[in-house]
Each structure stands twice: as C-alpha cells, then as structure tokens.
C-alpha cells in the first residue's frame, strides 16, 4: 500500500474551506445609487456607481435596503439589479 503525502497547509486549506456567501447588487441606472446592509447587530450603507455593481460578504443572511423601496433578504450568492427605480408604489 502506498502512502501520498500532502502538504499541511493542503490539509488544512481542504478541512477549513467555507463556501463564501456574497452578495452582488448591481447598478443599472445612469446615477449613482445607495444601499443599506443589515447584518442584524451591524449596519452599513454603500454606494454603487452608475452601471457598477458592488459585492459583499453575506454569510448568515443580511437585509438589503435600495432605491427598490423594500427590504431584500439575502443570503448565499444572491445577485439583486437595480434601475434605480423603486419596484413599490403607493395606493391613493
């Protein structure tokens, strides 16, 4: 029987790999646009550049606040686009 050796580095690289879970929010509109992040104990807001898109670490679900107008729940390797344009209109 033949014995292959890896390096410890490979070992531990293999046993401690994570998914990653980011999010991607792209920007479609001709104006930069603001989002805000909701890691639930921590919060942030971002800018995206016009036709840009941001990506962002999202590991455990985060909400994501934009010119949508409405709260995106997030998780995994979501990719959310926006116009810029809200997607909820107020009822007369």
Request: proline fraction near 4%.
């Amino acid at each position: 029987m033949t014995t292959t050796k890896y390096p410890a580095a490979v070992i531990a690289a293999v046993l401690f790999a994570t998914p990653a879970y980011a999010v991607t929010v792209e920007n479609k509109s001709a104006d930069a646009i603001k989002i805000g992040i909701d890691y639930g104990a921590k919060e942030e807001v971002k800018e995206i550049g016009a036709n840009k898109s941001l990506k962002f670490d999202c590991p455990e679900g985060c909400g994501v606040t934009g010119p949508w107008g409405f709260s995106w729940m997030a998780q995994g390797d979501d990719a959310i686009t926006t116009d810029g344009n809200s997607l909820v209109g107020a009822d007369a």
